[in-house]
């Protein structure tokens, strides 16, 4: 079996504990009751100031910036390198690639510079601040190693040893038509893309799944009207109705 083989395997399965993984979590998310109003205060009184309120949350992290100016600098970092560098890899399975997406190559291929120092930062935060080393699990370690692996191992092939990416996009293109196409052997490459692969089976059973947890988040997600409305669970409403019925046929 062929290298291009292997990895074309790989990236199917790896796609498909992707996809199915992350559903089944925000699915689990939407099933958690909610039975009680706690939006945190200060908390808008109108759906729109939910939706303004979510969006600053998902673009800004703005409790995070509250809460610890230190990890939302970081975090911030990561988060816009590793969109950039998103962004800039969809050239491989585009064709013709977006103008935007053109536009975007040297922003992202240089963004993978923040992203190694984002997450380098949030190692050190990890390893050096007490309160933080006390509560971090060993994956939380093994987490942040794995994407600063991605990182170097892409940045080393962007500035240090060039692979032939003519070859790795007709692979992945090829991926998406069931046409699967040689892969070139660089070593370097096929480390990155074997991490890349390791990321996306083991990402909807790790933390770094928490960006679909927010929008499911009563703390968020809830307008403060407790006055104006009564708050009721959908489950608790169906079973304020079945006692009621009990009462309604005991009289």
Known sequence: ??????????????????????????RIYAKVPAPLKIPTTPAPVTQGGVVIRMMQEVFLFKSLFRSDKLLWALGFLFHYAMLLIVIRHFRYVQEPIWGFVQFMQPFGKYAGFLFIIGLLGLLARRLFIDRVRYISAPSDIAMLLLLIMIG?????????????????????????TFDWQPLPTDGLLLLHLGLVAILMLIFPISKLLHAPGIFFSPTRNQVDNPREKRHVAPWAEELEKQNKMFLDELD
Request: aromatic share 12%; hydrophobic share 65%; charged share 10%.
């Open 1 to 26: 079996m062929t290298i291009g083989v292997i990895y074309a395997v790989l990236f199917w399965a790896a796609t498909l504990v992707l996809v199915l993984g992350v559903a089944n979590k925000i």
């Open 152 to 176: 170097i191992s892409g940045l080393l092939m962007s500035f240090v040893s060039h692979t032939d990416i003519v070859m790795v996009k007709a692979f992945f293109r090829g991926l998406i």
